[in-house]
């Protein structure tokens, strides 16, 4: 879904279309973002809670989505931020900067953003359960108990997830840009969906691992 705002920001950038529009669209497809977000925390937090089943929640309480995807967005840029600045600082010190001139240094680059790729589809998950237990946003900044989590969380099973959203993801988009016109839309949508799946999927991973198990929480905040 994060693909909405991107292309109505490039199209504006770009000068294809009018300012207006352009501000109009980018600002309608940030907010189809956060709900989206949104309604995958509160898939995420059934499984938190352990709920039995799949739960599909109607969209009567976007406000509410719109909220929380809002913090999770906050929460990720902040992350975001700092993973940039770290790979800016990897790049510069081992001289990784990619030449047109020579393709192949590009490589070694190429396979270190793979691994923060995949390492932030397994972080985020333990980032937000951090937030929705504690219902402060700067407890998903907290060093200690993230780094406990970490070691709580982190098991063959997880990692084996982390990977999987990444190859699903990765498949997905190779497949439906080839489609001209529709396949991005036709990717957001996917993305959705996959998400969902994993979502849910991430929220009981991190229950399971939870020793002793962690009183529920709450829904949405």
Same mark, same amino acid.
């Given at each position: ?16 279309? *009018? ?8 600002? +309608? /497809? =940030?907010?189809? &973002? $956060?709900? @989206?977000? %949104? !309604? ?17 929640? *109607? ?8 909220? +929380? /995807? =809002?913090?999770? &967005? $906050?929460? @990720?840029? %902040? !992350? ?43 972080f985020f998950p333990i980032v937000f359960a951090r937030y929705a237990a504690e ?87």
């Amino acid at each position: 879904m994060n693909l909405l705002p991107t292309l109505a920001l490039s199209a504006l950038l770009a000068g294809l279309v *009018d300012p207006v529009v352009g501000g109009v669209l980018t600002v +309608a /497809g =940030l907010a189809v &973002f $956060l709900v @989206a977000w %949104g !309604y995958l925390y509160r898939v995420f937090i059934d499984g938190l809670n352990g709920t039995k089943e799949l739960v599909v929640y *109607d969209w009567f309480g976007w406000r509410d989505y719109a909220l +929380a /995807g =809002l913090w999770l &967005f $906050l929460i @990720a840029l %902040g !992350y975001c931020c700092l993973a940039a600045f770290g790979l800016g600082a990897i790049i510069s010190i081992l001289g990784w900067v990619p030449s047109l001139d020579n393709p192949e240094s590009a490589g070694p680059l190429s396979f270190l953003l793979i691994i923060v790729m995949v390492f932030f589809y397994g972080f985020f998950p333990i980032v937000f359960a951090r937030y929705a237990a504690e219902q402060r946003l700067w407890a998903a900044f907290e060093p200690g108990p993230l780094w406990v989590d970490l070691k709580r969380v982190v098991s063959g099973p997880y990692i084996q997830t982390c990977f999987g959203l990444f190859g699903v993801s990765m498949m997905g988009n190779i497949v439906l840009g080839l489609l001209p016109g529709v396949g991005i839309v036709l990717a957001s949508f996917f993305w959705f969906f996959i998400m969902i799946i994993f979502a849910r999927a991430f929220g009981l991973l991190i229950r399971q691992s939870l020793a002793p198990p962690e009183p529920p929480v709450s829904s949405m905040n």
